[in-house]
């Protein structure tokens, strides 16, 4: 069996496997180690799990509503285990999938704990494989030491693993994977309440979105607690506890949801000279080349935008650029996310506080109780946000919470990358009725904001 690689990926989750193949389909001999499952965080124990889980949560929404559109519905009875029997059947079943496309693209799969030695050789248990290229795409985990105590919580990973529905759990962190779980558990039933530093949630999205996403936790009758003096966690016989403004707050169980890690330590990056933050991401040009010649990096391990489809395609424009000649690199501003907590945001653009040093910018708002919300009588509104270049008429930003957010974001933000104006807005026919043809009917700003004139946005 031959050692030599054009290639060497280390790490099996989206942007790995993606790089890999895409080398391979160049004509390039590639091994990819992976020390897990195949699929990583997203597949295995994140996005995709996640949503599933999201899925799950979402019914008693719909079961509630139900009843106003005329349905009669006995008692319904939520059993986490078979939803946990179920989504481990379907993780399986992506795992394979995950495999059959690695094989079927000719790249060799190697399971282990890979070890750079140098930079064109890298060690997996007894095996030494050598590559003129090596590519770093081991993603993130839960960071665990934010606080005392905090390594005895349960991580996102155990969360999506439960058996058994806690009745009460508090959640520290006010980031999307502590909102998204907040909303899943308190739809199956868990009385949750969520505590963070800041005055509101999700940090570095628009404001207005983080407001709203305030407002729809509440509504939600999930406790939070903003400006919280977070102090540490303690787990004994009897539950969970979160220390707080010198206050003991008691749950079954507790979710750090507190942020993530790149996963660069332990593997002999810093010994072979390859450049790494403080933080543990390495550091990487447009390009995602490292430090070190023919080491190159991609995904969360380089805490550029950590989202799946970013991963996938920084690996790709690296196998372009490597074997097929091309000089590609990812615009990561221009990346649509979403945040799926009930109801789910969708962001894509600047925010209104990072639109503002561009000049005079035209706010455009929608706020509104939508049909199906209205008729059920329910208290959940739909906000959109449009931002503009006053003096180019450019859309800067786009933003939505409210119900199909993210795959209303997912197609604005095709018009988005080519540059619309808020007049290519205006002249689209809109289909009604939806709730997305509010974006097409915005004809007046909301207001107007000049920091040359108020020093603020």
């Known amino acids: 069996m031959s050692n030599t690689f054009d290639l060497i990926v280390i790490g099996g989750g989206s942007g790995g496997v993606a790089a890999a193949r895409r080398a391979a389909s160049y004509g390039a001999k590639v091994a990819l180690i992976e020390r897990d499952r195949l699929g990583g965080t997203c597949v295995i124990r994140g996005c995709v799990p996640k949503k599933l889980m999201m899925y799950a949560g979402r019914f008693s929404h719909e079961l509630r509503d139900a009843a106003a559109f005329g349905w009669e519905i006995a008692q319904a009875r939520f059993d986490l285990a078979t939803w946990q029997e179920a989504k481990t059947r379907e993780i399986d079943r992506l795992e394979n999938v995950y495999r059959e496309l690695l094989d079927s693209s000719k790249v060799t799969v190697i399971a282990g704990?890979?070890?750079?030695?140098?930079?064109?050789?890298?060690?997996?248990?007894?095996?030494?494989?050598?590559?003129?290229?090596?590519?770093?795409?081991?993603?993130?985990?839960?960071?665990?030491?934010?606080?005392?105590?905090?390594?005895?919580?349960?991580?996102?990973?155990?969360?999506?693993?439960?058996?058994?529905?806690?009745?009460?759990?508090?959640?520290?962190?006010?980031?999307?994977?502590?909102?998204?779980?907040?909303?899943?558990l308190a739809g199956m039933g868990s009385q949750v309440s969520v505590f963070f530093r800041s005055d509101l949630p999700l940090r570095g999205f628009d404001r207005a979105l983080r407001e709203r996403a305030a407002a729809n936790l509440k509504l939600q009758h999930i406790q939070v607690h903003p400006n919280s003096n977070l102090q540490g966690v303690q787990v004994d016989d009897s539950g969970s506890a979160i220390l707080c403004d010198h206050r003991s707050h008691r749950f079954d169980a507790v979710l750090n949801a507190t942020g993530r890690h790149p996963n660069s330590r332990g593997m002999g990056l810093e010994e072979a000279g390859v450049a790494i933050q403080e933080n543990g991401a390495i550091v990487v040009d447009a390009y995602s080349r490292s430090s070190v010649p023919g080491v190159y990096a991609i995904?969360?391990?380089?805490?550029?935008?950590?989202?799946?489809?970013?991963?996938?395609?920084?690996?790709?424009?690296?196998?372009?650029?490597?074997?097929?000649?091309?000089?590609?690199?990812?615009?990561?501003?221009?990346?649509?996310?979403?945040?799926?907590?009930?109801?789910?945001?969708?962001?894509?653009?600047?925010?209104?506080?990072?639109?503002?040093?561009v000049g005079r910018l035209r706010i455009y708002e929608a706020e509104f109780r939508p049909m199906k919300a209205a008729f059920a009588g329910a208290a959940t509104k739909t906000y959109m946000k449009v931002i503009v270049q006053d003096s180019t008429d450019k859309v800067l930003g786009i933003h939505m919470a409210g119900e199909d957010a993210p795959e209303i974001i997912q197609s604005l933000a095709v018009a988005y990358n080519m540059g619309a104006t808020k007049s290519d807005f205006d002249r689209t026919i809109a289909v009604h009725p939806t709730a997305a043809e509010e974006f097409m009917l915005m004809r007046m700003p909301s207001r107007v904001v000049d920091v040359a004139q108020t020093g603020r946005a």
């Open 113 to 184: 704990t890979a070890r750079l030695l140098s930079a064109e050789s890298v060690q997996v248990d007894q095996r030494v494989l050598s590559a003129r290229n090596i590519l770093i795409a081991t993603g993130s985990s839960p960071g665990r030491d934010a606080l005392p105590g905090l390594s005895l919580a349960m991580t996102s990973d155990d969360i999506l693993n439960l058996k058994v529905l806690p009745k009460r759990l508090g959640v520290l962190g006010g980031g999307y994977i502590g909102l998204e779980f907040a909303s899943i």
């Open 299 to 357: 995904g969360d391990v380089t805490n550029r935008k950590n989202l799946t489809p970013v991963a996938i395609a920084e690996g790709r424009a690296f196998a372009d650029n490597l074997f097929n000649g091309e000089r590609r690199h990812v615009d990561h501003a221009s990346a649509a996310t979403a945040v799926f907590t009930t109801p789910p945001l969708g962001s894509v653009g600047l925010s209104e506080q990072d639109a503002a040093v």
